[in-house]
């Protein structure tokens, strides 16, 4: 089985089933999304969508309302073709632990979701989701899925991988793999089971090429699309790897392993 | 013609000449390479070999004997395949007018190299290729290819841009599209004609979907080998491009205008 481990809901929601197809893709781990950036035909509509996603990642803006809608929307994606997704759902960055189970027992675990995520934590501000990492692991470990590209640096890394050590029950993604950071990742992550390794948004091959080679057991395909397209995203992991059954298993396997899919 | 616009000397030779034919890659724009990771085949070799990188790419190191030693080796690599290659050749950040005429004469021209690159100007240092442009003026505008993802910013490009609206007979190649600048690039250079984008390195598709959308006639396929396969990064350009006419462009038209080749 084919799984796209980390895309966000596209509109039309056809269009994404198109692409899943188009890469047969079997099965997509789906994550809200407040913005649609896939639709903007600009520049400028573009740059709209895409400011609003950077004052979000940068911290700048935090819309409870815009996330609760984006999870409605994210639900009612999957009930069109349960077959076809699996729900990952947000949670605002920030929460005390209490607050954190209220809303994990109202948002995500009322809605099926399997992990929690994109969070999307500020540079410095790793300490924020060790509330999380306890919520997490009281509820029954849900994975957590972490953006590690910009503007994280590799600091927030290291302090994110040692609550990792902390809640060694909590499985962690590490999204985009670390971003400029990706060998130092790849370093620091050797004693940390816990720790997955998301291959989206690399910039280069190298970094998946050796995240693969270190770790054919916890390394993830994914597209993020709307960011890459699932036939590209795929496409790019078939021409690194070689060996058919490590392939299979950074295909779908690994992820299928830890969400027990299938 | 399949134009590689930019991929550096990789080493044995033979790979690299393996994997332009894999790609089905006429013809390579070459570039020096003073580390060789391509041949690292473990993390701690790999690391060896981009801290090398790192350090001249920041600053710390700028050999010149080691630039020397690539040039000699990028000359010996294109003698062996003449009608594969046609060099760009690299020289010293931060050389003054009469600097950069000495330097350009005894290692660009006398190698018939056809431009000159990667540059690697620091954050905040872009004054110091002042002189490069009046230099590359002086001979015939030889075009300069800049890398423009980290470490520069938006307004390291943005002082790059205003030098390429100065000496607009220099055609200037922004390396990697501006990297997590890139929607910013593409603005700025609307109204820039002898700027010219290369599509390496992109960690989102989104980057080269509108750069190519916007400037068909301005945009570049690299695979920024050994960092991509070259047929790793036609594939993602061939997978983003409908317009067979606009791809063949992107894919080699384009730089064989600017650089007067077939």
């Given at each position: 089985m084919v799984i796209d481990s980390h895309a966000h809901v596209m509109l039309p929601p056809k269009r994404q089933v198109k692409l899943m197809a188009e890469a047969k893709v079997d099965c997509t781990i789906l994550f809200t999304s407040m913005?649609?950036?896939?639709?903007?035909?600009?520049i400028a509509a573009l740059e709209e969508e895409l400011n609003n996603l950077y004052d979000i990642l940068n911290g700048v803006k935090n819309p409870l309302n815009e996330r609760i809608r984006a999870i409605e929307e994210l639900v009612t994606v999957i009930k069109k073709n349960p077959e076809k997704y699996i729900g990952f759902g947000s949670i605002p960055i920030g929460l005390s632990y209490e607050e954190n189970l209220v809303w994990i027992d109202k948002y995500i675990l009322a809605n099926n979701f399997r992990g929690i995520g994109e969070l999307t934590p500020g540079?410095?501000?790793?300490?924020?989701?060790e509330p999380l990492f306890r919520a997490s692991q009281e509820v029954g470990n849900l994975p957590l899925w972490v953006h590690?590209?910009?503007?994280?640096?590799f600091e927030d890394i290291k302090e994110l991988l040692t609550l990792a050590k902390k809640y060694p029950a909590v499985s962690i993604i590490l999204g985009h793999l670390g971003g400029a950071n990706w060998l130092n990742t790849l370093k620091a992550v050797k004693?940390?089971?816990?720790a997955y390794l998301d291959l989206s948004?690399?910039?280069?091959t190298m970094a998946p090429v050796f995240a693969i080679k270190e770790y054919p057991e916890r390394t993830f395909f994914s597209s993020d699309a709307p960011y890459c397209s699932p036939l590209t995203a795929r496409t790019i992991i078939e021409q690194l790897v070689e060996d058919c059954h490590i392939l299979e298993q950074v295909l779908g396997g690994n992820i299928a392993r830890l969400l027990e899919i299938g």
């Open positions: 913005i649609h950036p896939e639709t903007a035909t600009s540079a410095g501000k790793i300490f924020q989701i590690t590209f910009m503007p994280l640096n004693d940390i089971p816990n948004a690399t910039f280069t």
